[in-house]
């Protein structure tokens, strides 16, 4: 199972004082709004702090350690709902492919020279 999102006082800088400044300047100067599409964890941090510059969100949360796996993905669909975030919410085991762009089986077969 994966280990859900942990916050750290790095990421809350990176949050608040470069990410936060630079989407309400371009949401302001722009006029747009944003599509998230990310791993936001359960706690939904950044997307508190954004959502009224969002238009979507597209969230993905492996599972967790729960006995189904799936108690931090609940937290996040709970979470967007209670502040009203529009958005989906996938779960699933994340793979990295391990062929190259183009091969149509990519997922399955290992990379090589050629």
Request: glycine share 8%.
């Amino acid at each position: 199972m994966a280990k859900t999102f942990t916050d750290n006082a790095g990421k809350g800088i990176v949050r608040t004082n470069w990410n936060t400044p630079l989407l309400s300047h371009l949401h302001k100067k722009l006029g747009v709004r944003f599509r998230y599409c990310g791993l936001p964890g359960p706690e939904i941090l950044d997307l508190l702090l954004w959502r009224e510059m969002l238009e979507e969100v597209v969230a993905f949360e492996p599972p967790d350690d729960s006995p189904d796996g799936t108690k931090a993905i609940s937290e996040l669909r709970f979470n967007l709902h209670k502040y009203k975030i529009p958005g989906r919410v996938f779960l699933g085991p994340f793979r990295a492919p391990t062929g190259r762009i183009g091969d149509e089986d990519a997922v399955d077969r290992p990379v090589r020279d050629r």
